[in-house]
């Protein structure tokens, strides 16, 4: 494991007989309760028209460090990662944003269009809106599984001229059609299923949004991809829906252009990436290679951790190992 940053921190032990990568995935979603946070939602709108929401928490001061929070697939600001780093950086007295990606707050978006693993250009609208927003705010960014996808594309993408101060990615799909496959395989065919019920809602949500609106151009886009039926891997859904919908040719040339590991050696913006070798959502072999990473990266690869696991301590009373290395790393950079 790499921890070459300026700071101690003590290594992550998953909790006594959670070692299992799929129980360390399952906890938060599944078994978690914590307090709702109480924040102020913002809509964004967007160069073409859509919206975003951010929802915020944390002190109003101007100067404040600022920290961009960015869920996975099917989630929301209100996923337990999320609400969880928005209390930990409260409490360290810095500010944070929780993105909502298009149709991800409760309500459909607006146009046809999707959110995707490569949607860079939507984070780039959001960070020019942070620095209008608060200009004195140092800003940071935080991506979890396709928001760390994001993220990671997006600062290879800027090069120096990200606009963060630094950056850190969870449990990232590297290579989107290698994860593609390995979440195909054995057990993780649950989580599979999962995202295959979510996307498709997804759709059927918007569909009938525009059918209640009248939108028929949006009905026509939904309508030319054809039966949604029997879609049940990641290349069904993205070569019949994602791929369409935001202007790619097919799966194949979608996971080529968004996926990050292609993007890593143009990142100039201290980077911390928390990675597990036991993710049952990315094969071993999809983790980037040394000379593949900038100098601005860091890669703490730890041999158990699950899919945005890292539950720690003992099950009566556990601990959320991101929630304190995530802030104390930022930190160490303000």
């Known amino acids: 494991m790499d921890t070459s940053t300026a700071q101690p921190v003590a290594p992550f032990r998953p909790a006594r007989g959670f070692g299992n990568p799929h129980l360390q995935t399952l906890w938060g979603p599944t078994l978690r309760r914590q307090p709702a946070l109480v924040r102020e939602r913002q809509r964004l709108w967007l160069a073409d028209g859509d919206f975003m929401d951010l929802d915020w928490h944390g002190p109003h001061s101007p100067d404040s460090p600022l920290v961009l929070v960015l869920h996975g697939l099917t989630g929301s600001s209100n996923s337990h990662y999320v609400v969880g780093l928005q209390r930990a950086l409260a409490a360290q007295g810095w500010a944070s944003v929780a993105v909502n990606w298009r149709g991800c707050s409760g309500e459909p978006n607006l146009l046809a269009r999707s959110y995707h693993s490569g949607s860079s250009e939507d984070l780039a609208e959001v960070i020019d809106h942070l620095h209008r927003h608060r200009p004195m705010a140092p800003l940071f960014a935080v991506g979890y599984s396709l928001g760390g996808n994001i993220l990671l594309k997006h600062l290879g993408e800027a090069g120096s001229a990200s606009q963060l101060q630094g950056a850190v990615a969870v449990s990232v799909p590297f290579r989107l059609d290698q994860c593609a496959d390995r979440i195909g395989l054995g057990f993780s065919k649950v989580y599979q299923a999962h995202f295959m019920r979510e996307m498709l809602a997804y759709v059927k949500d918007k569909q009938r949004r525009f059918q209640h609106e009248g939108k028929q151009d949006g009905l026509d886009t939904l309508s030319n991809l054809g039966p949604l039926n029997n879609l049940r891997t990641f290349w069904d859904f993205d070569g019949k829906v994602t791929a369409p919908l935001n202007g790619f040719t097919d799966a194949h040339d979608?996971?080529?252009?968004?996926?990050?590991?292609?993007?890593?050696?143009?990142?100039?913006?201290?980077?911390?990436?928390?990675?597990?070798?036991?993710?049952?959502?990315?094969?071993?072999?999809?983790?980037?290679?040394?000379?593949?990473?900038?100098?601005?990266?860091?890669?703490?690869?730890?041999?158990?951790?699950?899919?945005?696991?890292?539950?720690?301590?003992?099950?009566?009373?556990?601990?959320?190992?991101?929630?304190?290395?995530i802030p104390q790393w930022l930190m160490g950079l303000a």
């Not at 980077?271 to 040394?290: G, K, M, N, Y």
């Not at 890669?299 to 991101?322: A, D, M, N």
């Open 254 to 325: 979608y996971y080529r252009r968004s996926s990050s590991g292609y993007y890593l050696a143009g990142n100039r913006t201290p980077t911390l990436i928390i990675q597990a070798e036991d993710d049952p959502f990315v094969f071993r072999h999809s983790l980037p290679q040394a000379n593949e990473l900038s100098a601005s990266i860091t890669l703490e690869l730890h041999e158990h951790g699950g899919h945005v696991g890292f539950v720690e301590g003992r099950l009566g009373k556990p601990g959320y190992y991101l929630e304190r290395r």
